[in-house]
């Protein structure tokens, strides 16, 4: 994308920082979706308020970090880059356009049977992934 029609957004780092998508109900961070300066590449980043954190909460955060940066499985999210900027932490993820199984559940309510057999054989398959 040109980077004219990208200037109208607030960047951090490589990134045009285009809606938000959500933020957690204790306003410890906000997710955005995004777009990569050069590439165009859509992803989502997690912007964390670390002033915000307490001590279990930096402790969470680290984990996540190890975690999605060790893990590669098709129904888990990629981690593509983490930085620190503007006293946040930022992590830049695949973007998923469907939203989390969360949000689904309450667009669309109660799930047919085999919807929903789909959505436990995803989350079963990626089990082995917790145990690395």
């Given at each position: ?34 777009e990569h300066l050069s590439s165009g ?23 996540e970090l190890n975690f999605l940066s ?58 082995p992934a917790f145990g690395q």
């Amino acid at each position: 994308m040109e980077q004219n029609k990208l200037s109208k957004y607030k960047t951090v780092g490589d990134y045009a920082l285009k809606s938000k998508i959500g933020e957690s109900s204790n306003s410890l961070s906000t997710v955005w979706k995004a777009e990569h300066l050069s590439s165009g590449d859509v992803v989502a980043v997690k912007q964390v308020y670390v002033e915000k954190l307490n001590k279990h909460l930096k402790s969470c955060l680290d984990c996540e970090l190890n975690f999605l940066s060790s893990v590669n499985h098709p129904n888990i999210i990629r981690l593509f880059d983490a930085f620190q900027a503007e006293n946040c932490i930022f992590l830049v993820v695949e973007f998923c356009a469907g939203g989390n199984l969360s949000s689904y559940i309450r667009l669309h309510g109660r799930v047919p049977e085999q919807t929903a057999r789909k959505f436990l054989q995803q989350l079963g398959s990626s089990l082995p992934a917790f145990g690395q």
